[in-house]
């Protein structure tokens, strides 16, 4: 996706919009409602799968990345999904669906869910990417189950009670076009929030969300002039709505995959880095190594499976002591300590300096680097073994 292609995209949308209201007597010549309710039934399926991968694939990936942001996307596209079907089995002219399938069940179901996904999505693109403690899955999907069942169950109880919202050969109530403007008026902040992320960072997801919500926006406009459920702009409605969720698949694709991309290079970086990176987190009086990667591992015979989770103590037996030391010193000092250390009888000089994980709670981040060829003067072997046994200093 490119500039160019999202104008191009968005101009057709409008560009086709204005022909079928311009020619739309002509076309009604053509067009036939005969066989729209298995039309759209086919649309809403589509929308419907979308939903469901979107949903399926979220919660997958949020047991590695703990993202607020997609167990959010997850949440939203999982109820928006289970209404939709609501609103596909209820459609007038399907089987009978608990009770007999209307106009106004239908377009309850209907407008909910676009409500539900207009603010859900909103507050998705506003809300910082921070990854989570717990898992809240389990908490999630059951409330996504018990929220649409709510909808359901009032809708399908007290459905002639609720205020119409169409009128069948006469068009859409004032109620009704009122919900939609409120919906557009949100997916159009929507849009302009994603324009706005995509010039501050030029990330190809954005402009996906970003035409999405031109698709969506259009959606919700359609569907305030339509005068029955079976006719052409109901059609239209619906195709763009398809476009709008194919869009937003899009880019829920790309952010992923960039995502997963730019961790893959900092692992291969760290794992191919001469030194070592490594990260430590304070338990009780000790500091447990929470990562650790470089090449600089195989030198010392280690691997990162053996040390992460474990005291410090692993790689430095004889230096625990003033290793944590230097840990409490850079934490009080909140500034960078490098000093030298003989493990293995290898010369390292080791940087060490306070910072917060993903979770906000305070770790030490460190590297260190083997200088034993660099100044192989520094030791000989026997003040090898000797400097093990003696403190280690700083050097600056």
């Given at each position: ?10 101009v057709?949308?409008?560009f ?17 409602p005969h066989?729209?309710?298995g ?32 167990l959010l996307?997850?949440?939203?596209f999982?109820t ?22 209307s106009?106004?069940k ?24 921070r990854k ?32 119409l ?24 902040i ?55 969720f ?21 692992q ?22 929470t ?15 053996e040390?992460?989770?474990k ?12 290793m ?31 910072s ?23 030791f ?17």
């Amino acid at each position: 996706m490119t500039e160019t292609k999202f104008l191009i995209y968005t101009v057709s949308a409008i560009f086709l919009l204005m022909m079928v209201r311009i020619f739309l007597s002509q076309i009604n010549n053509i067009y036939t409602p005969h066989n729209y309710v298995g039309i759209h039934a086919f649309l809403e399926i589509i929308c419907v799968a979308i939903s469901i991968t979107i949903f399926l694939y979220g919660i997958k990936k949020f047991n590695t990345t703990k993202s607020i942001r997609l167990l959010l996307l997850a949440f939203t596209f999982f109820t928006v999904g289970m209404i939709d079907i609501f609103h596909t089995l209820s459609y007038n002219g399907m089987p009978f669906f608990i009770t007999p399938s209307s106009v106004q069940k239908a377009t309850w179901f209907w407008i909910i869910a676009r409500i539900i996904q207009s603010i859900l999505m909103l507050a998705l693109i506003l809300l910082p990417d921070r990854k989570l403690k717990r898992d809240y899955r389990l908490i999630a999907v059951p409330f996504g189950v018990v929220l649409t069942f709510i909808i359901g169950f009032i809708i399908i109880s007290y459905e002639s009670n609720l205020p119409l919202l169409v009128i069948e050969g006469k068009g859409t109530t004032l109620l009704k076009n009122s919900l939609e403007y409120g919906v557009s008026f949100i997916l159009f902040i929507s849009l302009m929030v994603s324009l706005y992320q995509y010039y501050l960072d030029k990330k190809e997801d954005k402009l996906y969300f970003a035409l999405a919500f031109v698709f969506l926006l259009l959606t919700e406009l359609i569907f305030t002039i339509y005068q029955s459920v079976f006719d052409l702009d109901n059609f239209l409605g619906h195709v763009y709505k398809v476009f709008g969720f194919y869009f937003i698949l899009k880019g829920f694709y790309f952010s992923e995959y960039d995502a997963d991309s730019a961790q893959l290079n900092v692992q291969k970086s760290m794992a191919d880095h001469p030194g070592l990176f490594f990260s430590l987190k304070k338990k009780g009086n000790k500091f447990i190594c929470t990562k650790i990667d470089g090449e600089l591992l195989k030198g010392i015979h280690y691997s990162s499976e053996e040390i992460v989770g474990k005291p410090i103590s692993i790689i430095l037996p004889e230096h625990e002591a003033s290793m944590n030391d230097y840990c409490v010193l850079t934490m009080k000092l909140q500034e960078c300590v490098t000093f030298e250390m003989v493990c293995q009888e290898k010369y390292l000089i080791i940087s060490i300096k306070p910072s917060v994980d993903e979770f906000n709670e305070d770790v030490i981040l460190g590297t260190a680097m083997d200088m034993t060829g660099i100044f192989p003067q520094k030791f000989s072997p026997e003040q090898f073994k000797q400097a093990e046994n003696k403190n280690v200093k700083i050097v600056m």
